[in-house]
């Protein structure tokens, strides 16, 4: 019985990645992103994105951001093999996104 316990507890557990790759620290340090004029005001940084993205999932898993502003957590999904869905409340701000989006994707698929 203790087999199938052990197995279920591991398909339902959470993964989380540390390797030299992805370091577990208490403090991440990263760039910010520069603002301008027309880019979204409180963009995160992409390398900062992909560090938590490889850290808590594995390539397929579905990553998802409810408040996807400028889109760079989708981004950075994608840019990692994995799915993504994104929410957006204010409707100018998302079809600015879903654009950049599909552009990322069609640039990903010429490749």
Not at 79 to 94: D, K, P, Q, Y
């Amino acid at each position: 019985q203790y087999a199938s316990l052990l197995e279920e507890y591991k398909s339902l557990r959470r993964y989380f990645s540390v390797s030299a790759a992805v370091p577990y620290t208490d403090v991440w340090t990263h760039r910010p992103v520069q603002y301008y004029p027309g880019k979204h005001p409180c963009e995160k940084p992409a390398d900062m994105l992909r560090q938590i993205i490889e850290a808590s999932s594995r390539p397929g898993d579905l990553v998802a951001d409810f408040f996807m502003g400028s889109g760079s957590t989708i981004k950075a999904a994608l840019s990692l093999g994995r799915r993504a869905i994104g929410i957006e409340l204010e409707s100018e701000r998302f079809e600015q996104t879903v654009s950049e989006i599909r552009e990322v994707l069609a640039c990903k698929a010429g490749d």
